[in-house]
Protein backbone atom coordinates (compact mmCIF):
# COMPACT_ATOMS: atom_id res chain seq x y z
CA UNK A 1 0.00 0.00 0.00
CA UNK A 2 2.48 2.44 0.43
CA UNK A 3 2.49 3.39 -3.19
CA UNK A 4 -1.07 4.15 -3.29
CA UNK A 5 -0.26 7.05 -1.12
CA UNK A 6 0.64 9.39 -3.99
CA UNK A 7 -2.83 8.25 -5.29
CA UNK A 8 -5.73 10.47 -6.49
CA UNK A 9 -8.03 8.40 -7.86
CA UNK A 10 -8.65 4.32 -8.15
CA UNK A 11 -11.28 2.47 -9.71
CA UNK A 12 -11.26 -1.34 -9.23
CA UNK A 13 -15.12 -2.01 -10.41
CA UNK A 14 -15.80 -5.22 -11.42
CA UNK A 15 -12.87 -7.83 -10.29
CA UNK A 16 -13.17 -10.21 -7.60
CA UNK A 17 -12.61 -7.96 -4.82
CA UNK A 18 -13.74 -9.68 -1.64
CA UNK A 19 -12.33 -7.00 0.71
CA UNK A 20 -10.50 -3.72 0.90
CA UNK A 21 -7.60 -2.95 2.93
CA UNK A 22 -8.39 0.14 5.53
CA UNK A 23 -5.02 1.47 4.71
CA UNK A 24 -7.03 3.07 1.76
CA UNK A 25 -8.09 5.70 4.49
CA UNK A 26 -4.08 6.98 4.80
CA UNK A 27 -3.97 7.50 1.18
CA UNK A 28 -3.89 11.56 1.73
CA UNK A 29 -4.15 12.18 -1.70
CA UNK A 30 -6.97 10.29 -2.76
CA UNK A 31 -10.08 11.71 -4.13
CA UNK A 32 -11.82 9.33 -5.85
CA UNK A 33 -12.74 5.28 -5.80
CA UNK A 34 -14.73 2.84 -7.60
CA UNK A 35 -14.85 -0.30 -6.47
CA UNK A 36 -18.59 -0.63 -7.77
CA UNK A 37 -19.28 -4.59 -9.14
CA UNK A 38 -17.00 -6.26 -6.61
CA UNK A 39 -18.64 -9.11 -4.60
CA UNK A 40 -17.73 -7.78 -0.92
CA UNK A 41 -17.97 -9.69 2.34
CA UNK A 42 -19.05 -7.05 4.09
CA UNK A 43 -22.56 -5.95 2.83
CA UNK A 44 -22.99 -2.59 4.10
CA UNK A 45 -19.94 -1.30 3.00
CA UNK A 46 -20.63 -3.71 -0.16
CA UNK A 47 -23.85 -1.09 -0.54
CA UNK A 48 -21.99 1.58 1.02
CA UNK A 49 -19.77 1.34 -2.50
CA UNK A 50 -22.51 1.35 -4.76
CA UNK A 51 -24.51 4.33 -3.16
CA UNK A 52 -22.13 6.55 -1.71
CA UNK A 53 -19.25 8.84 -1.98
CA UNK A 54 -15.82 8.35 -1.67
CA UNK A 55 -15.40 10.49 1.27
CA UNK A 56 -18.05 8.77 3.10
CA UNK A 57 -16.35 5.31 2.40
CA UNK A 58 -12.93 6.07 3.65
CA UNK A 59 -14.31 7.06 6.97
CA UNK A 60 -16.36 3.96 7.68
CA UNK A 61 -12.99 2.13 6.42
CA UNK A 62 -10.99 4.46 8.66
CA UNK A 63 -13.72 3.61 11.78
CA UNK A 64 -14.58 0.31 11.07
CA UNK A 65 -12.13 -1.49 12.78
CA UNK A 66 -11.32 -3.89 8.71
CA UNK A 67 -7.71 -4.55 9.34
CA UNK A 68 -7.14 -1.13 11.16
CA UNK A 69 -4.65 1.94 10.60
CA UNK A 70 -0.87 1.84 10.99
CA UNK A 71 -0.08 1.91 14.61
CA UNK A 72 -3.34 0.44 15.73
CA UNK A 73 -3.30 -2.28 18.07
CA UNK A 74 -4.25 -6.24 16.56
CA UNK A 75 -8.11 -6.91 16.45
CA UNK A 76 -9.54 -8.19 19.72
CA UNK A 77 -11.74 -11.16 18.96
CA UNK A 78 -13.65 -11.09 21.80
CA UNK A 79 -14.34 -7.93 20.79
CA UNK A 80 -15.63 -8.70 17.22
CA UNK A 81 -17.60 -11.08 18.63
CA UNK A 82 -19.62 -8.96 20.43
CA UNK A 83 -20.41 -6.25 17.21
CA UNK A 84 -21.16 -9.72 15.74
CA UNK A 85 -23.96 -10.31 18.23
CA UNK A 86 -25.40 -7.10 18.61
CA UNK A 87 -25.41 -6.35 14.45
CA UNK A 88 -27.76 -9.75 14.76
CA UNK A 89 -29.46 -8.53 17.65
CA UNK A 90 -30.39 -5.19 16.36
CA UNK A 91 -31.77 -7.21 12.85
CA UNK A 92 -34.02 -9.30 14.96
CA UNK A 93 -35.51 -6.34 16.70
CA UNK A 94 -35.74 -3.88 13.95
CA UNK A 95 -34.92 -5.72 10.53
CA UNK A 96 -31.93 -4.25 8.65
CA UNK A 97 -31.55 -1.13 10.34
CA UNK A 98 -27.79 -0.81 10.00
CA UNK A 99 -28.48 -1.01 5.94
CA UNK A 100 -31.13 1.81 6.35
CA UNK A 101 -28.68 4.11 7.98
CA UNK A 102 -26.32 3.30 5.54
CA UNK A 103 -28.89 4.13 3.11
CA UNK A 104 -29.96 7.65 5.05
CA UNK A 105 -26.30 8.74 5.21
CA UNK A 106 -25.88 7.88 1.17
CA UNK A 107 -29.26 8.97 -0.31
CA UNK A 108 -29.53 11.32 -2.83
CA UNK A 109 -32.94 13.21 -2.40
CA UNK A 110 -34.93 15.02 -5.69
CA UNK A 111 -37.93 16.39 -5.13
CA UNK A 112 -39.97 17.13 -8.07
CA UNK A 113 -42.59 20.05 -8.60
CA UNK A 114 -45.51 19.40 -10.11
CA UNK A 115 -46.63 22.28 -12.92
CA UNK A 116 -49.93 22.34 -11.29
CA UNK A 117 -48.63 23.94 -7.83
CA UNK A 118 -45.96 26.08 -9.52
CA UNK A 119 -47.10 29.53 -9.15
CA UNK A 120 -44.75 30.55 -12.06
CA UNK A 121 -43.99 27.71 -14.21
CA UNK A 122 -41.96 27.87 -17.53
CA UNK A 123 -42.78 26.54 -20.75
CA UNK A 124 -41.65 26.10 -24.50
CA UNK A 125 -43.14 27.10 -27.18
CA UNK A 126 -42.14 24.87 -30.32
CA UNK A 127 -42.35 26.35 -33.71
CA UNK A 128 -43.55 24.04 -36.83
CA UNK A 129 -39.32 25.13 -38.07
CA UNK A 130 -38.19 22.83 -36.21
CA UNK A 131 -39.84 19.57 -37.47
CA UNK A 132 -36.61 18.93 -40.52
CA UNK A 133 -34.21 20.26 -38.03
CA UNK A 134 -33.56 19.30 -34.66
CA UNK A 135 -37.99 18.58 -33.81
CA UNK A 136 -37.31 16.62 -29.88
CA UNK A 137 -36.56 19.01 -27.09
CA UNK A 138 -36.98 18.45 -23.01
CA UNK A 139 -36.47 21.38 -20.75
CA UNK A 140 -36.34 21.35 -17.03
CA UNK A 141 -35.67 23.35 -14.02
CA UNK A 142 -33.23 22.25 -11.00
CA UNK A 143 -33.28 24.26 -8.10
CA UNK A 144 -30.64 24.11 -5.09
CA UNK A 145 -27.30 23.62 -6.76
CA UNK A 146 -23.90 24.58 -5.03
CA UNK A 147 -21.27 25.17 -7.13
CA UNK A 148 -19.94 27.65 -4.97
CA UNK A 149 -16.72 25.13 -3.69
CA UNK A 150 -13.36 25.25 -5.10
CA UNK A 151 -14.11 22.43 -7.59
CA UNK A 152 -17.70 22.17 -7.85
CA UNK A 153 -18.62 23.90 -10.97
CA UNK A 154 -15.37 22.47 -13.04
CA UNK A 155 -17.14 19.48 -12.07
CA UNK A 156 -20.01 20.03 -13.36
CA UNK A 157 -19.07 21.41 -16.52
CA UNK A 158 -16.41 18.36 -16.63
CA UNK A 159 -19.79 16.36 -16.36
CA UNK A 160 -21.76 17.76 -19.25
CA UNK A 161 -18.20 17.21 -21.45
CA UNK A 162 -18.45 13.35 -20.45
CA UNK A 163 -22.32 13.11 -21.08
CA UNK A 164 -21.81 15.06 -24.57
CA UNK A 165 -19.00 12.21 -25.64
CA UNK A 166 -21.10 9.64 -24.12
CA UNK A 167 -24.43 9.09 -24.15
CA UNK A 168 -24.94 12.19 -26.84
CA UNK A 169 -22.44 9.84 -28.50
CA UNK A 170 -20.35 13.89 -29.60
CA UNK A 171 -23.70 15.40 -29.78
CA UNK A 172 -25.03 13.21 -32.92
CA UNK A 173 -27.98 12.13 -30.79
CA UNK A 174 -28.25 14.96 -28.28
CA UNK A 175 -27.13 18.30 -27.15
CA UNK A 176 -27.19 19.46 -23.53
CA UNK A 177 -27.41 23.16 -22.84
CA UNK A 178 -27.64 24.49 -19.07
CA UNK A 179 -28.07 28.20 -18.22
CA UNK A 180 -28.57 30.29 -15.00
CA UNK A 181 -32.13 30.59 -14.40
CA UNK A 182 -31.88 33.59 -13.42
CA UNK A 183 -30.61 34.94 -16.76
CA UNK A 184 -33.89 32.85 -18.17
CA UNK A 185 -36.82 35.31 -19.86
CA UNK A 186 -39.72 33.02 -20.32
CA UNK A 187 -41.67 31.90 -21.97
CA UNK A 188 -39.07 30.59 -24.60
CA UNK A 189 -39.47 29.43 -27.89
CA UNK A 190 -37.63 26.82 -29.91
CA UNK A 191 -37.14 27.58 -33.32
CA UNK A 192 -35.39 27.22 -36.76
CA UNK A 193 -33.75 30.70 -38.34
CA UNK A 194 -31.73 31.01 -41.51
CA UNK A 195 -28.18 31.83 -40.49
CA UNK A 196 -28.11 34.97 -41.51
CA UNK A 197 -31.11 35.96 -39.48
CA UNK A 198 -29.84 33.96 -35.77
CA UNK A 199 -27.84 36.42 -34.03
CA UNK A 200 -26.38 35.09 -30.65
CA UNK A 201 -23.42 35.86 -28.48
CA UNK A 202 -21.61 32.64 -28.00
CA UNK A 203 -19.94 31.83 -24.66
CA UNK A 204 -16.80 33.66 -24.67
CA UNK A 205 -17.58 35.77 -27.37
CA UNK A 206 -19.13 38.87 -29.17
CA UNK A 207 -22.80 39.02 -30.48
CA UNK A 208 -22.57 37.31 -34.35
CA UNK A 209 -24.32 36.55 -36.87
CA UNK A 210 -24.85 32.51 -37.18
CA UNK A 211 -23.66 32.26 -40.11
CA UNK A 212 -20.23 34.37 -39.41
CA UNK A 213 -19.98 32.43 -36.31
CA UNK A 214 -19.81 28.92 -38.31
CA UNK A 215 -17.60 30.63 -40.43
CA UNK A 216 -15.01 31.74 -37.81
CA UNK A 217 -14.84 28.62 -36.07
CA UNK A 218 -14.15 26.69 -39.94
CA UNK A 219 -11.51 29.10 -39.87
CA UNK A 220 -10.16 28.47 -36.36
CA UNK A 221 -10.94 24.55 -37.08
CA UNK A 222 -8.15 24.67 -40.19
CA UNK A 223 -5.78 26.85 -38.48
CA UNK A 224 -6.11 24.00 -35.54
CA UNK A 225 -5.13 21.58 -38.31
CA UNK A 226 -2.25 23.22 -40.00
CA UNK A 227 -0.64 23.71 -36.15
CA UNK A 228 -0.91 20.01 -35.47
CA UNK A 229 -0.49 18.42 -38.31
CA UNK A 230 -3.26 16.36 -38.05
CA UNK A 231 -6.77 16.21 -39.21
CA UNK A 232 -8.84 15.95 -35.38
CA UNK A 233 -9.86 19.31 -34.16
CA UNK A 234 -10.99 20.39 -30.42
CA UNK A 235 -14.19 22.52 -28.70
CA UNK A 236 -16.73 23.31 -30.66
CA UNK A 237 -14.57 22.94 -33.98
CA UNK A 238 -15.56 18.99 -33.71
CA UNK A 239 -19.57 20.00 -34.35
CA UNK A 240 -19.29 21.79 -36.97
CA UNK A 241 -20.23 19.33 -39.70
CA UNK A 242 -23.43 18.44 -37.72
CA UNK A 243 -25.15 21.83 -39.83
CA UNK A 244 -23.45 20.78 -42.86
CA UNK A 245 -26.43 21.20 -45.48
CA UNK A 246 -28.75 22.89 -43.35
CA UNK A 247 -30.97 25.44 -44.51
CA UNK A 248 -32.11 26.52 -40.88
CA UNK A 249 -30.46 26.40 -37.68
CA UNK A 250 -32.12 25.48 -34.22
CA UNK A 251 -31.96 27.99 -31.50
CA UNK A 252 -33.96 28.74 -28.34
CA UNK A 253 -35.14 32.49 -27.73
CA UNK A 254 -36.34 33.78 -24.92
CA UNK A 255 -38.97 36.22 -24.02
CA UNK A 256 -36.79 39.40 -25.07
CA UNK A 257 -35.68 37.76 -28.34
CA UNK A 258 -32.55 36.75 -27.37
CA UNK A 259 -31.14 33.63 -28.60
CA UNK A 260 -29.86 31.62 -25.24
CA UNK A 261 -28.94 28.33 -26.90
CA UNK A 262 -27.56 27.66 -30.41
CA UNK A 263 -27.72 23.50 -30.69
CA UNK A 264 -25.79 21.70 -30.98
CA UNK A 265 -23.16 24.38 -30.86
CA UNK A 266 -23.23 26.77 -28.02
CA UNK A 267 -24.93 28.61 -25.59
CA UNK A 268 -25.35 32.00 -24.55
CA UNK A 269 -23.12 34.55 -22.59
CA UNK A 270 -26.30 35.70 -20.75
CA UNK A 271 -27.41 32.93 -19.40
CA UNK A 272 -24.02 31.73 -18.50
CA UNK A 273 -23.80 29.41 -15.25
CA UNK A 274 -21.54 30.56 -12.96
CA UNK A 275 -19.98 29.75 -9.47
CA UNK A 276 -23.35 32.01 -8.21
CA UNK A 277 -25.88 29.87 -9.79
CA UNK A 278 -28.00 27.95 -7.60
CA UNK A 279 -30.88 27.68 -9.43
CA UNK A 280 -30.58 26.47 -13.36
CA UNK A 281 -32.98 25.79 -16.35
CA UNK A 282 -31.39 22.60 -18.50
CA UNK A 283 -32.23 21.30 -22.41
CA UNK A 284 -31.80 18.48 -24.15
CA UNK A 285 -32.05 18.54 -27.92
CA UNK A 286 -32.18 16.13 -30.25
CA UNK A 287 -32.99 15.35 -34.16
CA UNK A 288 -33.30 11.38 -32.95
CA UNK A 289 -36.00 10.80 -30.65
CA UNK A 290 -37.61 12.46 -27.23
CA UNK A 291 -36.84 9.32 -25.29
CA UNK A 292 -33.28 9.88 -26.18
CA UNK A 293 -33.53 13.64 -24.58
CA UNK A 294 -35.25 12.27 -21.67
CA UNK A 295 -32.91 9.33 -20.92
CA UNK A 296 -30.31 12.03 -20.51
CA UNK A 297 -31.61 14.37 -18.53
CA UNK A 298 -32.37 11.98 -16.10
CA UNK A 299 -28.45 10.86 -16.31
CA UNK A 300 -27.55 14.87 -15.74
CA UNK A 301 -29.92 15.45 -13.19
CA UNK A 302 -28.73 12.14 -11.45
CA UNK A 303 -25.04 13.60 -11.83
CA UNK A 304 -26.20 17.04 -10.48
CA UNK A 305 -27.74 15.18 -7.25
CA UNK A 306 -24.20 13.38 -6.51
CA UNK A 307 -21.84 16.61 -7.31
CA UNK A 308 -24.06 18.65 -4.99
CA UNK A 309 -23.88 15.97 -2.88
CA UNK A 310 -19.82 15.56 -3.11
CA UNK A 311 -19.28 19.61 -2.57
CA UNK A 312 -21.65 19.52 0.63
CA UNK A 313 -19.82 16.21 2.35
CA UNK A 314 -16.53 17.57 1.24
CA UNK A 315 -16.64 21.19 2.20
CA UNK A 316 -14.55 22.02 -0.82
CA UNK A 317 -12.48 25.47 -0.02
CA UNK A 318 -12.13 28.59 -2.22
CA UNK A 319 -16.28 29.29 -1.44
CA UNK A 320 -16.96 33.08 -2.88
CA UNK A 321 -17.56 36.12 -0.86
CA UNK A 322 -19.60 37.65 -3.12
CA UNK A 323 -23.36 38.83 -2.39
CA UNK A 324 -25.25 36.31 -4.14
CA UNK A 325 -23.33 33.75 -2.44
CA UNK A 326 -26.20 33.89 0.33
CA UNK A 327 -28.60 32.99 -2.16
CA UNK A 328 -31.51 31.26 -0.45
CA UNK A 329 -31.11 27.97 -1.70
CA UNK A 330 -27.33 27.86 -1.14
CA UNK A 331 -28.33 28.74 2.41
CA UNK A 332 -30.79 26.35 2.40
CA UNK A 333 -28.17 23.59 1.78
CA UNK A 334 -25.36 24.40 3.68
CA UNK A 335 -28.11 24.50 6.41
CA UNK A 336 -29.06 20.67 5.49
CA UNK A 337 -25.27 19.36 5.21
CA UNK A 338 -24.32 20.87 9.34
CA UNK A 339 -27.16 19.11 10.46
CA UNK A 340 -26.06 15.88 8.71
CA UNK A 341 -29.66 15.54 6.66
CA UNK A 342 -29.79 14.49 3.04
CA UNK A 343 -29.69 18.14 0.52
CA UNK A 344 -32.70 17.12 -1.59
CA UNK A 345 -32.51 19.11 -5.12
CA UNK A 346 -36.24 20.76 -6.23
CA UNK A 347 -37.03 19.67 -10.05
CA UNK A 348 -39.84 21.70 -11.18
CA UNK A 349 -42.09 20.18 -14.37
CA UNK A 350 -41.29 22.33 -17.43
CA UNK A 351 -43.72 21.85 -20.37
CA UNK A 352 -43.31 21.89 -23.81
CA UNK A 353 -45.98 22.72 -26.46
CA UNK A 354 -46.83 23.05 -29.75
CA UNK A 355 -47.65 26.98 -31.81
CA UNK A 356 -51.28 26.31 -31.03
CA UNK A 357 -50.69 25.98 -27.50
CA UNK A 358 -51.54 21.94 -26.69
CA UNK A 359 -49.40 20.00 -24.84
CA UNK A 360 -46.19 17.61 -26.33
CA UNK A 361 -45.14 16.84 -23.82
CA UNK A 362 -43.61 17.74 -19.83
CA UNK A 363 -40.42 16.50 -18.01
CA UNK A 364 -40.04 15.23 -15.54
CA UNK A 365 -43.16 13.18 -16.03
CA UNK A 366 -44.67 9.96 -13.48
CA UNK A 367 -42.06 7.63 -15.61
CA UNK A 368 -39.27 9.65 -15.45
CA UNK A 369 -36.18 10.04 -13.03
CA UNK A 370 -36.63 6.16 -12.90
CA UNK A 371 -33.86 5.11 -10.72
CA UNK A 372 -33.42 1.41 -10.27
CA UNK A 373 -30.36 2.83 -7.89
CA UNK A 374 -31.42 2.46 -4.06
CA UNK A 375 -29.66 5.14 -2.93
CA UNK A 376 -31.31 7.79 -5.42
CA UNK A 377 -35.43 9.10 -3.69
CA UNK A 378 -37.58 10.92 -5.31
CA UNK A 379 -40.90 12.58 -4.14
CA UNK A 380 -43.43 13.89 -6.59
Do not use: W
Request: aromatic share 4%.
Amino acid sequence: MASASTFQTLDLSNNQLSGIPAELADCPKLKEINFRGNKLKDKRLEKMVGGCQTKSVLEYLRGSGHGGRKGKAKANPEKDESRRKRRERKKREGGEGEEEEVDEACRLLLQVLHVSKNPAPLTVRVSPEVKDVRPFIVGAVVRGMDLQGGNALKRFLTTQTKLHEDLCEKRTAATIATHDLRAVRGPLLYTARPPQDLQIVPLGRREVKAQDLIRQLQLEAEEQRKQRKRQTVSGLHRYLHLLDGREHYPCLVDAQGDVISFPPITNSEKTKVKKTTSDLFLEVTSATSLQICKDIMDTLILKMAEINKYTLENKEEGSLSDVEAGASSGQLSEASAEQGGPCPLLVEQVRVLDEQGHLKVVYPSKTDLGFSASHVTVTR
